[in-house]
Each structure stands twice: as structure tokens, then as C-alpha cells.
């Protein structure tokens, strides 16, 4: 694994693996938190944790809020902070169980499949916890000898359902892992360049950033063998523009959703899906159907469960309803949108009821409604119309938002178009408008 | 059809903007790089675009366009190309 200055062999991976699991060893059977900026302490965190069975649930880089509330909701009983490791000092919070777990039960479980709970953005602000066997995790992974010592470049977190698949991608096959020390476009196009990537994955946004801002960074020649692409449409605009600046490169686009895994693949360079797949499942175990112009699908690599909600858990074979909606144009179907308001910004999903409720708590805010506007270069960014409190500045009110989105909302989920109103738009239910204003 | 000074200006005053929404001031001049030297991120470039296309009707990112953007100047050049090649767009 490289990561900006660092590397990491197996050898050293394995190593670090063994001495962590030593130090986490009374984790079995334990619900654990982690939280982990760096992807060198993820790795051997998340192997260890698996060695001593315990209950990893991924919380990437959540705030602390964030995590005291998720905490409570999931019945975490510790905390792991990797944030500051250097290599032998990490936080621990043990947590008195806010109800008390029966210890076999949570037993029996792990040993009958080990894996980890991915967190994903729901509908009502907290996440669903989607459970994944680390079986399932890997069925989609192609192992072949000539992918031993290739260069991955992954730009997805990787406490997330694809930077997970490209993880598994690379370390199953003995290949090397990259991922960039910052997410600028510059360092990625730098990256690709200079550590001689081969096989590359990451959302469309990132793509089409790297196309656009690397600025003095060439992209040509490349060592790229594969592009890949995933987590948002894929528009026949980027495919063609990728295909223009990499004529060498296979371009891949990947539909997978957190709570059925990877889907299928398309590679013929075209947006959308061919039609086909409807009659002719694309991946073993894959079937798709269109319902009232929303996709259903099934997969054989399901969560195990939701953890905690109400929703139903879905068993084999029913089908999941990906909220995705589709239209059939000729012989192909293309996406369209949401069936529910949640929205992708830049591959991350984001809901504006959340949103909303946390700029309603700042100071100077009577009224907000917070939208999505269509964006060509990450999908949608969100937009807040925002009627002010009389007593405060237009200012005052911009510097409190800035300073609540710090602490409670992640940067995709912050507004970035912000307009001050008299008005805010209600529907014909008297209730806020969250569509778009074209709608 | 709006011309390179027009489109110079609104494109200052999209950046403003964005920039005034996340309470940070900065000049911009042509030479400004566009990346996060002025303190805007990705999803702030995106809105300035988004503020772009509001206010001229030009979205130069679904044109399909190859372009390199290192500094306002290019975006300028960027859209300036844009709208010739919609002349009627208001």
C-alpha cells in the first residue's frame, strides 16, 4: 500500500495486523466503533478486528457528535480512534452497553460469518447499518496471476461499500494499493503519473476533475490500463471525454449499491445499461427488473441485514428496491434520478430533510429549505434558500452556517449555493418544496 | 451574446459569491489558480458553475469539451467558447 509518503509490504501489513490484534484481543464479541483517517492504520485495524471476531462497524471520519449519536442509535460498546495512531497509540473508549447484548448471541453470529457493517446514508438522517460477510465482500473480486504486483489507484473511502471492493480488488491478488494523500485533482493526476497506476476507480466527479482541474499535471501518456467508475451516473458526455483523453484505456462503469454490492459492470463504452441485462443477467446470481420505472434488484452478495431498523430486512431472492429510477431509450435503460429525495453529490448520498434540520438550528435562521441543483461537474450540489431572523446580519448568518457545517455535517452535505429570501417555496401540501426548481 | 468583459465579470462575481457564502474574501484576478489557493474546494467550483449557468444560461461541463483550467483566465476562455457556440442563449 502506498500512501503519500508511505508504503507498506504484505510482510509489514501482516506484522502490523498480528501486534494489533494482540492489543484488541478482548474485543471478541464486542460491537466496535472505528473511526480512521489514515489508510494505513484502516487496513491492518479492520484485519485485526476480524482475527479476534469482533463487531466492526465503519465510521470512516465522522465528527465526535456524529459518532456520540451513532453510539447510541447502533448500541456501539467502544470506540477505536485510529485519528492520531503513530504506530503504537490509538484511543480506546469503552462504553458502558447501553442495553446489554447477550454475549452468545453475538457469538454465534460472527463465527458463523465474520465481516463488517458499512454505514450508508438514509432517508431520516441516520445512516443504515448495512452488514456485509466479508464472503459476500469478495465473491465480486476477479483473482487472476496477472494482476500479482499491478498498481490500484482507489479513490473511494475505504470504509465504504467500492473502496472496500477495490481494496479486497488489490490485496487478494497481491497487487499494490495507491491511494493519494490529497484528494486534489492535481496530486490524483500526479499519482496516476507517477507511481505508474494501471487500474484506477473512482466516482465520476473525481474524473471529471481529473480531466479538467489537474491543471500543468499531463495526463498523457498514461500507464492506465483501466479506468473505472462508480458510485454516480456515469454520462455518455464523461465516458466519451475519458475515451477521447485515454484511447488506450478500457473504460468500465460499475452500478453497485451498499446494501446488494456490485451489480454489474458495463464496458462497451456507453451510458446506461443495455437492455438485455433485464433477460440476461449480467452477473451470476444478478437479476434486475423495472417497477413502476424503478429499478429492483437481487444480487448473491446481500447485507446480511440492516442492523437496527425498521425497514425490512431483505431476504433471498426478493427483490431491493435501489430507489434508482430508469427510462428504456431503444435498446438501452438509462438512469434518471431518485424516487425519494435523497441525492448524489459527487458519489456521496446526501438527504436535504438532514440537512435542513441542521441550518434550521442556526442561529439567524428562520426558515430554510435546502435543494439540489443539477451540477455537470459533480451531479448536484445542494442549495439553501434561507430566510433570515430581522435581527441578524446576511453575514453574521453565513459565518454561523460555516461554523455549524463544521461540526455537523460532512462537505458534500453542505449547501453551497446559499440565497437569502423572502419566500421560501411550498408545495401544494404545504410542505417544503425539496425538489428542484424545475420541477 | 455576452462578450469576454460580460462574461469576465459575472464569472468575478460567481466566485464572490461562493466565496462570501463560506465567509472568506479574496481578489480575484485572471491569473488565480483555480484550485484551492483562493479557498474553494471541488464542490465550490461546482457552484460557482452552477452560478454561472444560472445567470448566463452557458453549463460549458456538458459540452464535452477537453480543456486544461489552471487559472480564472482559462475558465473565461472556457466559457467565452461556450457561448459562441450558443450565441442565442440569453
Same mark, same amino acid.
Given at each position: ?156 473511502? *475505504?470504509?465504504?461499500?467500492? @473502496?472496500?471492493? +477495490?481494496?479486497? /480488488? &488489490?490485496? %487478494?491478488?497481491?497487487?499494490?494499493? !495507491?491511494? =493519494? ?43 492506465? *490500463?483501466?479506468?473505472?467508475? @462508480?458510485?454516480? +451516473?456515469?454520462? /455518455? &458526455?464523461? %465516458?466519451?471525454?475519458?475515451?477521447? !483523453?485515454? =484511447? ?65 430486512? =431483505? ?125 | ?90
Amino acid at each position: 500500500m502506498i500512501h503519500g509518503g508511505q508504503q507498506v509490504t504484505y510482510r509489514q501489513l501482516a506484522a502490523r495486523t498480528e501486534s494489533l490484534a494482540q492489543q484488541l484481543c478482548h474485543l471478541t464479541g464486542k460491537r466496535v466503533g472505528v473511526r480512521t483517517s489514515s489508510p494505513t492504520t484502516f487496513i491492518p485495524a479492520i484485519l485485526a478486528l476480524n482475527l479476534v471476531a469482533a463487531d466492526v462497524f465503519l465510521l470512516g471520519s465522522r465528527t465526535p457528535a456524529e459518532i456520540n449519536r451513532l453510539t447510541r442509535e447502533f448500541s456501539l460498546e467502544c470506540i477505536l480512534d485510529f485519528s492520531s495512531y503513530n504506530g503504537t497509540q490509538f484511543s480506546e473508549s469503552v462504553l458502558a452497553p447501553i442495553l446489554t447484548p447477550e454475549p452468545q448471541s453475538i457469538h454465534s453470529e460472527l463465527s458463523a460469518d465474520k465481516g463488517v457493517t458499512i454505514l450508508t446514508s438514509g432517508t431520516t438522517g441516520l445512516p443504515k447499518a448495512a452488514r456485509h460477510t466479508w464472503a459476500n465482500l469478495c465473491k465480486p473480486v476477479r483473482t487472476t496471476p496477472l494482476y500479482r504486483h499491478t498498481r490500484w489507484l482507489c479513490l473511494f473511502p *475505504l470504509h465504504l461499500y467500492a @473502496g472496500l471492493q +477495490v481494496f479486497l /480488488q &488489490a490485496f %487478494l491478488n497481491w497487487a499494490t494499493l !495507491v491511494i =493519494p494523500s490529497c484528494m486534489t485533482p492535481h496530486e490524483i493526476a500526479s499519482t496516476i503519473s507517477h507511481q505508474g497506476i494501471q487500474y484506477a476507480s473512482g466516482t465520476p466527479s473525481f474524473w471529471r476533475q481529473i480531466l479538467y482541474f489537474s491543471g500543468s499535471q499531463g495526463l498523457e501518456p498514461t500507464s492506465l *490500463l483501466q479506468i473505472t467508475l @462508480g458510485g454516480e +451516473v456515469a454520462s /455518455q &458526455a464523461l %465516458l466519451d471525454q475519458l475515451r477521447r !483523453v485515454f =484511447p488506450h484505456t478500457r473504460i468500465v462503469h460499475i452500478y453497485a449499491c451498499t446494501e446488494m454490492g456490485r451489480l454489474f459492470a458495463v464496458t462497451d463504452g456507453k451510458e446506461g445499461f443495455p437492455l438485455r441485462y433485464l433477460d440476461d443477467p449480467p452477473e451470476a446470481g444478478v437479476q434486475l427488473k423495472i417497477v413502476d420505472d424503478q429499478l429492483l434488484v437481487t444480487s448473491r452478495t446481500p447485507m446480511t441485514t440492516y442492523i437496527q431498523q425498521e425497514e425490512d430486512q =431483505p431476504s433471498t431472492p426478493a427483490y431491493f428496491h435501489t430507489g434508482d429510477l430508469v427510462k428504456v431509450a431503444g435498446n438501452r435503460i438509462l438512469f434518471r434520478g431518485r424516487i425519494n429525495e435523497i441525492v448524489n453529490v459527487g458519489g456521496s448520498k446526501v438527504s436535504p430533510l438532514e440537512v435542513e434540520s441542521v441550518i434550521r438550528n442556526v442561529p439567524g435562521v428562520a426558515e430554510v429549505r435546502v435543494y439540489p441543483k443539477p451540477s455537470s461537474l459533480t451531479g448536484h450540489i445542494l442549495a439553501a434558500d434561507i430566510i433570515p431572523s430581522p435581527q441578524y446580519s446576511q453575514e453574521q448568518i453565513r459565518l454561523a452556517i460555516q461554523q455549524m457545517s463544521q461540526i455537523h455535517l460532512q462537505p458534500f452535505q453542505v449547501p453551497r449555493v446559499i440565497n437569502f429570501v423572502d419566500q421560501i417555496r411550498m408545495s401544494s401540501a404545504f410542505k417544503i418544496s425539496r425538489a428542484g426548481p424545475d420541477s | 451574446m455576452l462578450n469576454k468583459l460580460e462574461i469576465e465579470h459575472l464569472l468575478n462575481q460567481a466566485i464572490k459569491q461562493v466565496l462570501e457564502d463560506k465567509g472568506f474574501t479574496a481578489k480575484i484576478t485572471p491569473d488565480s489558480p483555480i484550485d484551492s489557493t483562493l479557498g474553494l474546494d471541488s464542490l465550490d467550483w461546482a457552484a460557482v458553475a452552477v452560478r454561472m449557468e444560472d445567470q448566463t444560461g452557458l453549463d460549458p461541463f456538458s459540452e464535452g469539451f477537453i480543456v486544461k483550467l489552471a487559472t480564472v483566465n482559462d475558465l473565461i476562455d472556457l466559457y467565452v467558447k461556450t457561448a459562441s457556440k450558443h450565441p442565442f442563449v440569453q
